[in-house]
């Protein structure tokens, strides 16, 4: 009977250690990245952790990805280095963006801008006809308005700077976190008590292997009363 009892008892601690290696694979395997969302039209994007350094505001409904948390700039990401395009690394105030707590399935916006440049003066001409402009296809991070004035901040050749716009760009809005926004603090990261809780089969595993020590350690003890019982029942003769 004992080793029926050190049987079981052995089957709960190996059960016990394949959940705890399960959670830990699952916490293991789990995104630390951290995103949150330009939920209106005017949050910017820093160079530096300072009021004066705004390079753009990102587009409307389209995410940074976060670096690091702080009061009141977060240090974040914005696009990556899929080429053509480039990370950029910079800052924006944490009370501005909405914090999510999943990973966006298109996080960044990709798009294009084309600028057409006029060229005055003496002008070669190719064929029949004046070659008088020049038009340049630039990646497009994010606008800026310096007075009645609009720009787009945009990348190209390896060089990030202004270009004039004569009017706001239009995109397709990214909706994914309508359904899926989280409250405005961010949420908690590498909170293992809380990233990764067992399941209902797990938990029930445990509980029967547990209640099966405990009835048979309870009847083996019944066993021992009634042989003691026996015993002192014997010995009265």
């Given at each position: 009977?004992?080793?029926?009892?050190?049987?079981?008892?052995?089957?709960?601690?190996?059960?016990?250690?394949?959940?705890?290696?399960?959670?830990?694979?699952?916490?293991?395997?789990?995104?630390?990245?951290?995103?949150?969302?330009?939920?209106?039209?005017?949050?910017?994007?820093?160079?530096?952790?300072?009021?004066?350094?705004?390079?753009?505001?990102?587009?409307?409904?389209?995410?940074?990805?976060?670096?690091?948390?702080?009061?009141?700039?977060?240090?974040?990401?914005?696009?990556?280095?899929?080429?053509?395009?480039?990370?950029?690394?910079?800052?924006?105030k944490k009370s501005e963006i909405t914090f999510v707590d999943f990973?966006?399935?298109?996080p960044f916006l990709r798009r294009e801008v084309t600028v057409r440049?006029?060229?005055?003066?003496?002008?070669?001409?190719?064929?029949?006809?004046?070659?008088?402009?020049?038009?340049?296809?630039?990646?497009?991070?994010?606008?800026?308005?310096?007075?009645?004035?609009?720009?787009?901040?945009?990348?190209?050749?390896?060089?990030?700077?202004?270009?004039?716009?004569?009017?706001?760009?239009?995109?397709?809005?990214?909706?994914?976190?309508?359904?899926?926004?989280?409250?405005?603090?961010?949420?908690?990261?590498?909170?293992?008590?809380?990233?990764?809780?067992?399941?209902?089969?797990?938990?029930?595993?445990?509980?029967?292997?547990?209640?099966?020590?405990?009835?048979?350690?309870?009847?083996?003890?019944?066993?021992?009363?009634?042989?003691?019982?026996?015993?002192?029942?014997?010995?009265?003769?």
């Amino acid at each position: 009977m004992k080793r029926i009892i050190i049987s079981i008892i052995f089957l709960v601690v190996a059960a016990l250690s394949s959940v705890s290696a399960t959670v830990s694979a699952k916490a293991d395997g789990e995104s630390s990245e951290l995103y949150a969302v330009a939920d209106s039209r005017d949050v910017y994007f820093y160079s530096e952790p300072q009021e004066n350094s705004g390079l753009f505001i990102l587009p409307y409904t389209y995410y940074v990805k976060v670096i690091s948390l702080g009061e009141p700039f977060c240090r974040v990401e914005y696009l990556d280095d899929a080429a053509p395009y480039r990370k950029i690394t910079g800052y924006c105030k944490k009370s501005e963006i909405t914090f999510v707590d999943f990973t966006p399935v298109r996080p960044f916006l990709r798009r294009e801008v084309t600028v057409r440049y006029s060229i005055e003066g003496n002008l070669p001409t190719v064929g029949t006809g004046a070659f008088d402009s020049v038009e340049i296809t630039y990646l497009y991070y994010g606008s800026y308005r310096a007075g009645t004035s609009l720009f787009h901040y945009v990348y190209n050749n390896g060089e990030f700077g202004y270009v004039p716009a004569a009017e706001e760009l239009t995109y397709e809005l990214n909706t994914d976190y309508l359904d899926q926004t989280s409250a405005e603090t961010p949420p908690p990261q590498n909170d293992p008590a809380g990233s990764s809780p067992l399941t209902a089969v797990q938990i029930t595993v445990i509980c029967v292997l547990c209640v099966a020590v405990v009835g048979i350690a309870a009847f083996v003890l019944r066993g021992k009363r009634s042989d003691v019982r026996h015993k002192d029942e014997t010995s009265d003769f």
